[in-house]
């Protein structure tokens, strides 16, 4: 089967469906669907989370201001070190392809948030050492 890659609904809407109720059912309970652009993800609440840790809340803070993508949607990048990536700016060349096998996108939010779970769990507060002077406030 081809898959329109312009548009989900088009991929949906376009397959044989057997009557015409059934039809019009699938493609009003898909218009409910946003569609993402680029690497626009959906909101948060939608998508089920575990909780974060606080200390994980800020580090992100001080790493990202707590963002996974800039003003025009983009996935952010560190200013200092570009190999960075996301909410958790986590290292794409340390960590990338460690990622990738445990299955987690970086470049999302979910998958940037169980990076950064995962790497705690192993390493604690270690892997952000050194934005350590903002996150580690008493």
């Not at 218009?31 to 200390?55: C, K, M, W």
């Amino acid at each position: 089967m081809a898959v329109a890659a312009a548009s989900p609904r088009a991929a949906y809407t376009s397959q044989a469906v057997s009557t015409p109720a059934v039809q019009e059912s699938v493609v009003m309970s898909l218009a409910s669907i946003p569609l993402l652009e680029g690497n626009r993800t959906p909101p948060a609440e939608a998508v089920p989370q575990e909780p974060v840790p606080a200390i994980l809340e800020r580090i992100a803070w001080c790493e990202s201001r707590g963002r996974q993508f800039d003003k025009n949607g983009a996935v952010l990048r560190g200013v200092v070190n570009p190999d960075d990536i996301g909410k958790f700016q986590i290292n794409e060349k340390h960590w990338g392809a460690e990622a990738k096998q445990l299955g987690f996108n970086l470049a999302s939010e979910e998958g940037n948030r169980k990076m950064a779970m995962s790497l705690f769990e192993r390493y604690g507060t270690r892997p952000w050492h050194w934005s350590q002077s903002c996150w580690d406030k008493n």
